[in-house]
C-alpha cells in the first residue's frame, strides 16, 4: 500500500469504528441497508437543481423508478446514472447529493435508476433493468441529446455492461462512460483485495465476497461478461471511458485492468486516481473535500463529451 489516507478519509473511518456493530459479511440484507441509509444521512443536502422529478420507467420485469434531476432548462446532454451498493444495498435516495452535485457539475440532465436490487432479484437483474432505463432513456426522453453512462463500484459495473451491451445489441450510442471504482471482475485474489482483507474500510475484501455471493449465487454466473466485464473478449468499440480510482480500495488493481484493456482495445480512456482516498469518497460529498472535487472533475470531463 502506497501513501497515506487523506485525514478527512481517515475522519471518516475513525467515525466507523468507533460506532462498532458487526462487519457488512455478517449482516442480512435488511441490516446492511439500514447501516448504510443512516451512513448516508450523514452526507446532507445536494445543490439545488432547476427541477427534481420521480419517474417509472418501463422495463422488461416491470417499472423501474427513476429520478430524473434537470441542472437547467434545456440540457445539453442526459446521464443515465447507477448508484453504487454491491448490487445489494443502496438508493437513488441515498445517492441524492452526489447525483444533484454531479448534475450541477456536468450541465446536463442526470437520470438516477433505482435498479433491482439482490438477493431478492439475482444477476441479471440490475443489469436488464440497467439496459431497459438506457435504452428508454434513449428513446424517450434525451430526443437526440448526447446520452452518458456513469456509475460508481457496483453502478459503475453496470455503467461498463450497459455500455458493452449497447454495443453488442446495436443499442443507444454513448458520447462517454463514467465508471468510479467500477467493479469489472468476480476475482478476488487480485493484490489490492489481499491489502484490504480486515474490516476498517467502506469496502473490505470479505464485504466483496458477500455481495458477490448474494448477486451471483450462481459462481458460473459471475464469469459472464455482463456480470464481469473485464472477462468480456473484446472491449474495441465501446465509447470512450472516464475511469476514476482509489489508491486505498480493494477495488484499486481491477479498475486499473480495465482501463488498460479499454486502451489496449484502442479506446479512448481518461483515468483519475486519488492516492490518498478510499473507496465511496465519491459519494461523500460534502464531507470529503475530494469527493466534491472528484464530482467537479467527472462533470467537466462529461461537458467536454457533450460538447464533443
Request: hydrophobic share 45%.
Amino acid at each position: 500500500m502506497t501513501g497515506s489516507i487523506h485525514p478527512q478519509a481517515q475522519e471518516l473511518l475513525a467515525g466507523k469504528a468507533a460506532a462498532g456493530g458487526p462487519p457488512i459479511w455478517e449482516m442480512t440484507p435488511e441490516q446492511a441497508r439500514a447501516v448504510v441509509t443512516a451512513n448516508n444521512a450523514m452526507i446532507g443536502s445536494g445543490p439545488d437543481v432547476a427541477s427534481v422529478r420521480d419517474i417509472e420507467i418501463p422495463g422488461h420485469a416491470g417499472g423501474i423508478p427513476a429520478r430524473v434531476y434537470s441542472p437547467v432548462p434545456g440540457a445539453p446532454g442526459v446521464v443515465v446514472y447507477y448508484h453504487g451498493g454491491g448490487w445489494v444495498v443502496g438508493s437513488v435516495d441515498g445517492w441524492d447529493a452526489s447525483v444533484r452535485a454531479l448534475a450541477v457539475a456536468s450541465g446536463c440532465d442526470v437520470v438516477s435508476v433505482d435498479y433491482r436490487l439482490a438477493p431478492e432479484h439475482v444477476f441479471p437483474a440490475a443489469v436488464d433493468d440497467a439496459y431497459d432505463a438506457l435504452a428508454w432513456v434513449a428513446a424517450s426522453l434525451a430526443a437526440g441529446r448526447p446520452l452518458i453512462v456513469a456509475g460508481d463500484s457496483a453502478g459503475g459495473n453496470l455503467a461498463a455492461v450497459a455500455a458493452l451491451r449497447a454495443r453488442d445489441s446495436g443499442g443507444p450510442p454513448l458520447a462517454l462512460q463514467v465508471l468510479v471504482y467500477p467493479v469489472t471482475d468476480f476475482d478476488l485474489d487480485r493484490r489490492s483485495y489481499h491489502e484490504f482483507e480486515g474490516d476498517e474500510f467502506i469496502v473490505n475484501r470479505q464485504d466483496m465476497a458477500w455481495y458477490w455471493d448474494h448477486y451471483a449465487p450462481d459462481p458460473a454466473s459471475r464469469a459472464n461478461p455482463y456480470a464481469s466485464p473485464l472477462r468480456a473478449a473484446d472491449l474495441s468499440g465501446l465509447p470512450p471511458a472516464y475511469v476514476v480510482t482509489a489508491e486505498h480500495d480493494p477495488l484499486r488493481d481491477e479498475g486499473f485492468a480495465y482501463a488498460d484493456r479499454l486502451r489496449a482495445a484502442r479506446v479512448p480512456v481518461e483515468h483519475r486516481h486519488y492516492g490518498s482516498q478510499i473507496h465511496g469518497f465519491f459519494s461523500f460529498v460534502n464531507v470529503l473535500d475530494d469527493g466534491d472535487k472528484a464530482v467537479t472533475e467527472a462533470g467537466a470531463a462529461i461537458r467536454a463529451a457533450v460538447k464533443g
